[in-house]
C-alpha cells in the first residue's frame, strides 16, 4: 500500500511564496497522473492540480498562473509551487495519484492578509 506524506506548508503572507512536497513510500509504476487538492475550512476538498506527463498540466481556474505542478518521478516526490499567494489559498493540502491511493494528513497553507 503506498502511503503519501505531505510536508512544506506554512504561515505566509499575502504575496508569498511556499513550496509544497510530497513523497510516496511504495510502487506507484502504474499510476498514470499526479494530483494536488486542497480543502479549506468548513468546504470540501476541491481540486487544485494535475500532471499527466510534463506537457499535459491542468490547474484550477482560482491557482492558473501562480500554481505549478512538478514531478521527479524517479524518487517519487511531487511538488507544487505555489506564487503569489492569497488569503484565499488557506487550505489543507494533499497530493494524490492516479489511480488514486489512500489519502495522507495534508499540510497546512495558511496566507495571511
Known amino acids: 500500500q503506498v502511503q503519501l506524506v505531505e510536508s512544506g506548508g506554512d504561515l505566509v503572507q499575502a504575496g508569498g511564496s511556499l513550496r509544497l512536497s510530497c513523497v510516496a513510500s511504495?510502487?506507484?509504476?502504474?499510476?498514470?497522473?499526479r494530483q494536488w487538492f486542497r480543502q479549506a475550512p468548513g468546504k470540501q476538498r476541491e481540486w487544485v492540480a494535475t500532471?499527466?506527463?510534463?506537457?499535459?498540466?491542468n490547474y484550477s481556474d482560482s491557482v492558473k498562473g501562480r500554481f505549478s505542478i512538478v514531478s521527479d518521478n524517479a524518487k517519487n516526490i511531487m511538488y507544487l509551487q505555489m506564487n503569489n499567494l492569497k488569503p484565499e489559498d488557506t487550505a489543507v493540502y494533499y497530493c494524490?495519484?492516479?489511480?488514486?491511493?489512500?489519502w495522507g494528513q495534508g499540510t497546512q497553507v495558511t496566507v495571511s492578509s
Open positions: 500532471m499527466l506527463d510534463p506537457r499535459r498540466k
Open positions: 494524490n495519484y492516479l489511480p488514486p491511493f489512500q
Open positions: 511504495g510502487n506507484t509504476l502504474r499510476t498514470y497522473g
